[in-house]
């Protein structure tokens, strides 16, 4: 029947495990791509620049909107993830409750 409606709590949980995973990845790259992209390291490659205080700030400007962008992406993905988890529980204990109704209609 096309109009029917299933959820398998353990597909959820999987894919609430995916999203923390990439949460996680997500957050350890912008760590490693902060401590790479710092004022301090940008100022250093661009240091020697004739314009170099223009190019050194624009490119800091735009490492840290990555940085604060992708960082959220990061908080969403583990948000993401708990609802999903949260969901997979809450699924998982309304079916065994319809369970236990069945079972107990039954005897």
Do not use: C, W
Request: proline fraction near 1%; aromatic fraction near 8%; charged fraction near 25%.
């Amino acid at each position: 029947m096309s109009g029917d409606f299933s959820l398998d709590p353990q597909e959820l949980a999987k894919l609430a495990g995916a999203f923390a995973t990439r949460a996680y990845d997500l957050a350890s790259a912008v760590r490693e791509f902060q401590g790479r992209t710092g004022a301090e390291q940008i100022h250093d490659g661009f240091g020697f620049l004739t314009e170099s205080e223009e190019v050194t700030s624009a490119y800091v400007e735009l490492a840290a909107g990555m940085v604060e962008s992708l960082g959220n992406l990061a908080r969403h993905f583990d948000e993401v993830s708990q609802a999903l988890k949260d969901n997979a529980k809450n699924s998982e204990a309304s079916d065994e409750a319809l369970a236990g109704l069945f079972k107990g209609g039954k005897t």
